[in-house]
């Protein structure tokens, strides 16, 4: 299974260039500074639930779509 940071980090990669967005602005809306955001983007912090339902409202998706298909697959069983 993929990482999750990883698989949360190309999700917001994905949609920061089809919304043609800053990552500054990415970060403003997700509620953190600019350089914890750019830590987090490059592996070195683990992402929070509250950022990623902050940049999934942002992007308007649903927070699962930031997860690895296989964990969200499981969850429905459980």
């Given at each position: 299974m993929e990482n999750i940071n990883s698989s949360i980090t190309k999700k917001i990669e994905t949609e920061?260039?089809?919304m043609k967005v800053?990552?500054?602005t990415i970060a403003e809306n997700a509620g953190i500074a600019t350089a914890t955001f750019n830590r987090k983007r490059n592996g070195g912090t683990d992402w929070?639930?509250?950022e990623v339902a902050r940049i999934a409202e942002f992007f308007r998706i649903p927070f699962t779509d930031f997860f690895p298909t296989?964990?969200?697959d499981l969850s429905k069983t459980a």
């Open positions: 920061k260039a089809r800053s990552w500054n929070t639930a509250t296989e964990l969200v």
